[in-house]
């Protein structure tokens, strides 16, 4: 089964009608127009998998090296992010900030086969397999698999997935939605705490919290079960918080890798040590900094051989730059330049860049 990469420029968005749903709250009025925290339909707006603030918080899971039509290809986790427009219907609603805050259009299914930048690539996509592969979606009071790229369809690049591919997609998708179930079922939320600090918390009360990284943690052996790669990854804190905490378990094929991290602000810091197939043991060490034009990232990689000397040493550095040019079209021009250092100082550099319209109508990947 093959499925279309998807894009950085392609335009993602809830099929059909662009519909979630959301529960609101009424603003105080003698006549309350609707029931508080009950479900209304929602129209959040389309946007590009690149989607700047996404971008900003590290969100955006993207390819640094591999292209297709002069862009970056979408990678396993990745999210749309944050700050998603959303309007609720009737729109007077005074959770919809909240709700817009910390919104989420998420990949749930890749190929467990085809690799690039040493993560999986993204399969999401409404035709082509024998079932869908949506995105998940924000929505309350649960999260909604009904997001879809419109138009990767049109591409000439694909990769294959595994029956193991979809059923561990499904698994992820299912024990999202049960862990929200059984939060407001078994009543771990917190009632006065469950708004902004909670979410900037990641969950609302240990509790609801300990269930979420369990049901995680099974995702993840899911998906080792049905494809033979897969990570366990526990995690504290959001994209917005100050400070972001986890240390993640890798399964690649032959290949196990242990790996800790934290995002302080807008830099990330991790560290992973990896057992190669061959007796080798590769230790590697990553930095970025974000912000709301682009990412700088610094990866060091070495390798030592089985008689415990170094056999491979590798630094790259990527500089990605995102401007938004406001011309009444509001085009967005991004660079990208990488140079990878080898050990004995011999070095390459490739650049790359594009401009395209933020607009879902317009035309995205011209090459610069």
Not at 63 to 83: A, R, Y
Not at 263 to 275: D, P, Y
Not at 288 to 311: F, L, Y
Request: net charge neutral; proline share 9%.
């Amino acid at each position: 089964m093959r499925v279309k990469v998807s894009l950085m420029g392609d335009v993602c968005s809830p099929v059909p009608g662009l519909l979630t749903t959301h529960e609101g709250v009424p603003p105080p009025a003698p006549v309350p127009l609707y029931p508080p925290n009950s479900p209304l339909p929602c129209v959040e707006s389309p946007t590009p998998m690149m989607w700047p603030p996404g971008l900003a918080l590290q969100q955006n899971k993207l390819t640094s090296t591999v292209f297709h039509k002069s862009q970056f290809i979408v990678l396993e986790e990745h999210d749309c992010g944050h700050m998603i427009p959303h309007i609720t219907i009737p729109p007077a609603n005074i959770k919809l900030p909240l709700d817009m805050a910390f919104s989420k259009r998420k990949v749930m299914f890749t190929s467990s086969k085809v690799r690039a930048n040493d993560a999986q690539v993204a399969a999401t996509e409404m035709l082509g397999p024998p079932v869908p592969l949506p995105m998940l979606c924000c929505g309350s009071p649960i999260p909604i698999p009904n997001g879809y790229p419109a138009f990767n369809s049109l591409h000439t690049v694909s990769v294959g997935i595994t029956i193991g591919d979809i059923l561990a997609g499904l698994f992820a998708i299912a024990a999202e939605i049960l862990g929200e179930v059984l939060s407001g079922k078994l009543k771990l939320k917190d009632a006065e705490f469950d708004k902004l600090a909670a979410k900037l918390l990641g969950a609302s009360a240990p509790k609801e919290w300990a269930l979420k990284q369990a049901l995680g943690a099974l995702t993840g052996c899911a998906r080792i079960a049905a494809t033979q790669e897969g990570k366990l990854k526990v995690e504290v804190g959001s994209g917005y918080a100050r400070a972001r905490a986890w240390q993640g378990f890798t399964r690649q094929g032959p290949q196990i890798l242990a790996a800790v991290g934290i995002n302080a602000g807008n830099e990330q810091r991790s560290l992973a040590l990896a057992v190669n197939p061959n007796s080798t043991l590769s230790l590697q060490s990553t930095y970025s900094e974000a912000s709301g034009t682009g990412i700088d990232r610094v990866q060091h990689t070495t390798t030592s051989g089985t008689n415990n000397r170094p056999a491979d040493d590798k630094l790259q550095s990527t500089n990605t730059r995102a401007t938004v040019v406001d011309d009444g079209e509001r085009d967005i021009v991004v660079w990208q330049k990488t140079t990878t250092t080898l050990a004995g100082g011999s070095a390459t550099s490739t650049s790359a860049g594009y401009v395209g319209s933020s607009f879902s109508e317009g035309s995205w990947g011209t090459p610069l």
